[in-house]
Every structure is written in structure tokens, then in C-alpha cells.
């Protein structure tokens, strides 16, 4: 396709045709002579800066019995010979004549092995490396033993520990035994020395890369697309435009959340109830320092649950201060959501001496007696306090629902 | 050595033998009538504790009134050897006790005269073999697992404070724990935690901390985490090193 006679030299690919498409190549039958001068002084300088990258062999070190059987080695060594006699196979390039051999370092020596030099040595390796290969027999055996002589349904969880165990034991005999001869054979057994593979350049021909660059520009110049600014400039803005109508499909990955998040199952009068015995709370069930995580009775839901869960904290009468909303607390008294405003952690790591209430996740710390401010860490709000009252039996209650949405922020909180 | 040396070692000597002959560490005896007791407790908390919680234990700036706090708390934390504090910090720990049980009474028996408060638990309390594994396990998991971790192996808090492992800890200093809320640990009275319910969660902690750990090592019975960890650094690294091997020249 090329109709240029100066001689080319090798390319670096990418790079190459990037800076062709900047200063672009003649096309046949247009540009000027000035054109062509341009296109070969710049061939001549990536020619000559990608030296080190034409070539005809690479050495490959190291693998001197990487793969498993004896083929591919005697494959690469035909093919070391085959390219030894004939050495360019990549005809297209005038690159391709062989760089000097002392490039490449020279392939490692060697010292031969016992089971190299003496054949008894070999023959006992190779009996070695067959009763390897025989483990997984053994293994296999002990599996089925392991799965006929407990049965841990009826014999309990000894049983299943045991049999869990030498199934563990005789499987690792079985993969380890073929893992471990596979090794041995290699080492042992397989050729230790190091061949080189020759190979040729990554690069494609020149008459190739050529005529790639050629037709992308015949390609260009016949669209118009530099001189056709109106419909560049739609295209783009259509282009533009379009991913706006992903967003209503994204929009309805998911419910919203609605009034989901901002209520829970507390509610006017209903008792706080001990999570962990289930018993409603009595004024004076908690002593001072005390705690406890409460919940709404007669709700099961695990959702409604998350939610709800709150701690209700005994203090010292008139300890409460600050923010703390006085109204909503009973005799020293308090109660806040369990869950963490950061990231919704339950939090119940309250220490007594400190008065602070310790998020484990992220290490939000709460303030229980000013309002449960944050007083460290990334939580950004207060945790919401629960408006509690005794009811005529000396219960604890509710006096509403939270009066903010608890646990961490979303979209719509507001 | 020098005569005046010899002399020194020599008086030093016998002081601390007769020291240790008189001392009332020795002195393992019925115990005596409750206002002896006071009394002897009273010159132990004057010799130990006094510097810090104050000579009528009034409480200081850096240590907390002891009036009220009652006998539970005292056989807790003189008992556990969290008291005396050998060095002030964000937390006492637990270190051999300093003192005989007998003494520890007698300290209990003064703190508890000086205000009404939680008494030592009866060995009927706090008998493990009483209660109910099943209800302790469901009270420990509300309760107390965010802080000591599910399996009682402890956890840390803020500004290196931290809830202590429950290995090795006695049933009657569990209890005494749960009545008195030591240090940052709150506290669960009577009336929140039954005695019954305080049995099962003392049955729960000493029944986890007998079962074995069938792969040898525990890793702080923190289930897949340390596990994964362990298989990762200690698994990877001999893989790393077995294919360094493999691929090694033979020299």
C-alpha cells in the first residue's frame, strides 16, 4: 500500500503510530514533497531510538523444568536450532539481522546431579516418587474409613471432630503424596538445565503498521470530520446527553426509603423491655451505673428490632446536664438509640466511670450525660434520646417515638 | 565486705524475718468477731489504701469515695490484686492479690461498716454447677459480650481503657463484677440480674472457657479472624517459601 521507497527501519508500535497520526504520512496520490521529507526524518529518529527493541531471539531464563513432562524442552530445543539455521523468519523487517550474542547473557552451567551421574541413585528417587504417587490410594481409603466408622449424628460432636479430622488428615495425604512427587520428579528427575527460546519481534511489519496508519487516514480525511463542524459538535452534544437517561433507570435500583427510616416500633406508653430476660424495666430495677438495652414489647420483627433497640442508663440524680433533654428522663434516668449515627453499629460499650458510651466499629464516643454529644471520632451527630416516663405500676415507658430519624445519615434525612 | 556493711545486711535481715513472722500474712486463724475485724481492717486500710481514698475514705482526687460502695466491691478488687494500684494508669489491672483472703475480709468488713453496700456473695450464690448454660449464654451475648467478646476473651475501650479477659476468673469475683460494676463496667444489681441469672452467666463463662479448641490453638477464640490472619501470613509465607524452593537452582 506504501508507495514510499525510503527504507524503514523498526518501530516501537504504539507510540509509533500516535506520532504518525500527529504528522500525518502521505496518502497515496496527495501531500507534498515537504510532507514526505517530515515523515522521514521523524522515521528515522523512532527508527533509531528503538534499537534495543528489535531482535530476533530473547533468552528465557530460569525454567529449566518449570513444565511438567520432558516435551516442551526438547520443543524448545528443535526450535533453538531451527532459528539458529534460519534466523530471520520475519521477513518484512530489514531489523531483523541478528543483534550481537553477548546482549544476552549465557545460559547457567549446571553442576550435575547424583541422579544425573549415577543411574541407582535415579532408580531410587524414581521408586520414591511412585510410593508418592501411591498416597492418594491410601488417602482415599481413609476417607471412606473416616465417613463409615462415625456416624456424628448418632455419636455426637466428638465423632464429628474425629472424622472431620482424619478426613482432613488423609485428604492432606492424598493431594500432598501427587503434590510432593509431582516436586520431587521435577527436581530430581527432569533436566536442570537452562535453555534459551528464541522469539520473535512483538512488533508488527512495517508494511502493516503502514497501511493501519494509511487507511485510519484515509479514513478521517473521507468522513470530513475536521472540516464538518456542525455535525462534530451534535455528535458530541448527543453523546454527551446520553448517559442523562441512565439516571431515572438508576433511580429505580431500590425502594426509597420513605418513612421507613424514620420511625420505630416505640410508640406512646409502650414499656421498655429488658433484651436480654424479656421482663418490662421498674423504676429502681437499675442501680446507679447501671444499664440495660431495651426494646419495644411484643415486637419480633429483626428490621423493627434494628431500629429500635435503645439503651436506658441509671446516673447519679442531677448528673444529667448540658443537652440532655431533662423532660424525657426519669430520677437520673436516660435513654438513647443503641445505634450508631456513624455507621449504624449497635453500641452498648458503656463505661460507667467515664459516663461515655464507645462505638467498637469506629470508635465514636457519646457523651451520656450532655446529650449524648460526640466527644470523639467520625459519628456527626448526637445519638437520638428516647422520651421515657414511668407509667402508674412503676414501669418505664415511652412517651412517643424517637423524635428524629436514629442510626447513620441517608439522602433524605434533611 | 566491710564490718559496717555486714552490720547493715544483718539488721536488714532479721527486720524482715521478724517482719514476716509477725506480720499478719501468717496468721491463718478462725475467723474473729465482726468488731475485731473492723478493727483490724481499719489498720490495714490506714497502712494501704489511705494514701489515696482519703483516712476516713473520704475518696482524693485521684481515687473515688469508698463509703457505700460496700464489702462485694472491696473483696473484688483487693482479691483480683487490682488494689492497691501498683501505678497509676487508665485502668488497674489484674495482678497477683496482695493480700490473705483473711485480710481482704477484714478490709471488707471495715468498708462495709462505714456504709450499707453489696455484701460478698455465699458459695450457694455463685455455684456454676446451678445454673442454666443455655439462659446464661443469651444473658452474657445482651449484656456483656460487646465489651469482654462473645467468647470472654476481653476487648479494648477508649483512651486505653479496656473490659479484661474473664480466663481464670473466679465465679464469686464474676459475681461480685456483675453487683458492684467495677471501674468502667456497669453495673447489674439484683433487681436487673437475678441471682439466679447472675448463676447462669457465671455457669455460661466457666462452661465456653472448658471447651477445648479442637485445632490446638486458640487465637483468641475470636473465630475467623485471627484464624484467616494465621492462614494468611503463616500459610502464604511457607507457599512463598515452598515455590522459592521448587524453583531453586540446584548448586
Known amino acids: 500500500m506504501s508507495d514510499r521507497d525510503e527504507p524503514k527501519t523498526s518501530y516501537d508500535a504504539g507510540g509509533d503510530i500516535r506520532k504518525r497520526l500527529r504528522s ?136 464429628l471432630r474425629a472424622q472431620n479430622m482424619l478426613i482432613g488428615i488423609a485428604l492432606f495425604l492424598a493431594l500432598g503424596g501427587i503434590g510432593a512427587g509431582a516436586v520431587a520428579w521435577a527436581r530430581g528427575l527432569m533436566s536442570a538445565q537452562e535453555w534459551v527460546q528464541k522469539r520473535h519481534p512483538f512488533t508488527s511489519s512495517d508494511e502493516e503498521i503502514d497501511g493501519t496508519v494509511n487507511d485510519l487516514q484515509a479514513g478521517i480525511a473521507d468522513s470530513g470530520l475536521p472540516r464538518r463542524s456542525l455535525i462534530k459538535r451534535s455528535l458530541g452534544l448527543s453523546l454527551g446527553i446520553l448517559p442523562l437517561a441512565a439516571l431515572p433507570l438508576l433511580r429505580d435500583l431500590g425502594p426509597l426509603p420513605y418513612k421507613k427510616l424514620r420511625t420505630t416500633a416505640w410508640k406512646r406508653g409502650a414499656r421498655l423491655v429488658d433484651e436480654g430476660t424479656g421482663q418490662p424495666i421498674k423504676l429502681g430495677d437499675l442501680r446507679i451505673g447501671g444499664m440495660a438495652t431495651v426494646i419495644p414489647p411484643g415486637v419480633h420483627s429483626h428490621t423493627e428490632l434494628a431500629k429500635a433497640a435503645a439503651l436506658l442508663i441509671r446516673t447519679r440524680p442531677g448528673e444529667l446536664r448540658g443537652d440532655t433533654r431533662q423532660k424525657w428522663t426519669v430520677d437520673g434516668h436516660v435513654a438513647y438509640s443503641k445505634i450508631c449515627t456513624h455507621a449504624g453499629c449497635p453500641i452498648s460499650l458503656y463505661e460507667q466511670q467515664t459516663k461515655h458510651l464507645f462505638c467498637p466499629c469506629h470508635q465514636s464516643t457519646f457523651d451520656i450525660v450532655d446529650g449524648a454529644h460526640v466527644v470523639f471520632g467520625p459519628a456527626a451527630r448526637p445519638l437520638p434520646q428516647l422520651p421515657i416516663a414511668v407509667d402508674k405500676d412503676g414501669y418505664f415507658v415511652a412517651t412517643s417515638d424517637f423524635r428524629e430519624p436514629v442510626g447513620p445519615s441517608f439522602w433524605e434525612r434533611g | 565486705m566491710p564490718p559496717a556493711t555486714a552490720v547493715v545486711v544483718l539488721a536488714l535481715l532479721l527486720l524482715g524475718g521478724g517482719y514476716a513472722l509477725l506480720a499478719p500474712a501468717g496468721r491463718a486463724q478462725p475467723r474473729p468477731d465482726q468488731s475485731l475485724a473492723i478493727e483490724q481492717g481499719r489498720a490495714l486500710y490506714l497502712q494501704s489504701c489511705s494514701s489515696c481514698h482519703g483516712l476516713n475514705a473520704e475518696g482524693g482526687s485521684d481515687a473515688p469515695s469508698l463509703i457505700g460502695v460496700g464489702a462485694a466491691a472491696v473483696d473484688f478488687q483487693v482479691g483480683t490484686g487490682r488494689m492497691p494500684l501498683a501505678n497509676p494508669g487508665a485502668q488497674a489491672p489484674r495482678k497477683p492479690p496482695v493480700f490473705t483472703q483473711a485480710q481482704i475480709d477484714q478490709l471488707a468488713a471495715y468498708i462495709a461498716s462505714l456504709g450499707p453496700g453489696p455484701a460478698i456473695p455465699k458459695p450457694e450464690q455463685y455455684d456454676p454447677s446451678d445454673g442454666d448454660v443455655q439462659e446464661g449464654g443469651d444473658l452474657f451475648r445482651t449484656n456483656c459480650s460487646q465489651c469482654h467478646n462473645a467468647s470472654g476473651q476481653g476487648g479494648a475501650l477508649s483512651r486505653g481503657k479496656y473490659a479484661p479477659s474473664l480466663e481464670g476468673v473466679t465465679p464469686k469475683h464474676i459475681y461480685e463484677a456483675m453487683l458492684t460494676g467495677p471501674e468502667s463496667m456497669p453495673v447489674f444489681g439484683d433487681s436487673q440480674l437475678t441471682p439466679q441469672q447472675k448463676r447462669d452467666v457465671i455457669a455460661f463463662i466457666t462452661t465456653i472457657r472448658e471447651q477445648p479448641d479442637p485445632g490446638g490453638f486458640g487465637l483468641g477464640r475470636i473465630g475467623p479472624v485471627s484464624e484467616g490472619l494465621v492462614v494468611f501470613l503463616v500459610g502464604m509465607t511457607l507457599l512463598v517459601g515452598f515455590a522459592i524452593w521448587i524453583g531453586a537452582r540446584h548448586e
Do not use: C, M
Open chain 1, 24 to 159: 500525518p504520512a502521505p496518502i497515496s496520490g496527495q501531500g507534498s514533497p515537504e510532507e514526505n521529507e517530515a515523515v522521514s526524518v521523524a522515521d528515522a529518529r523512532a527508527g533509531s531510538r528503538g534499537g534495543g527493541v528489535e531482535g530476533e531471539g530473547a533468552v528465557l531464563r530460569g525454567g529449566q523444568q518449570g513444565a511438567p513432562g520432558g516435551g516442551v524442552g526438547a520443543y524448545e530445543q528443535r526450535f533453538v536450532q531451527e532459528a539458529g539455521t534460519a534466523p530471520s523468519r520475519h521477513v518484512g523487517s530489514q531489523a531483523a539481522a541478528e543483534p550481537p550474542e553477548e546482549v544476552y547473557p549465557a545460559p547457567v552451567e549446571t553442576p550435575p546431579r547424583k541422579t544425573d551421574v549415577d543411574p541407582a541413585a535415579a532408580k531410587r528417587l524414581e521408586r520414591i516418587i511412585a510410593a508418592l504417587f501411591l498416597l492418594p490410594v491410601l488417602g482415599v481409603i481413609l476417607v471412606f474409613f473416616a465417613v463409615i466408622r462415625w456416624q456424628p449424628a448418632e455419636d455426637g460432636l466428638v465423632a
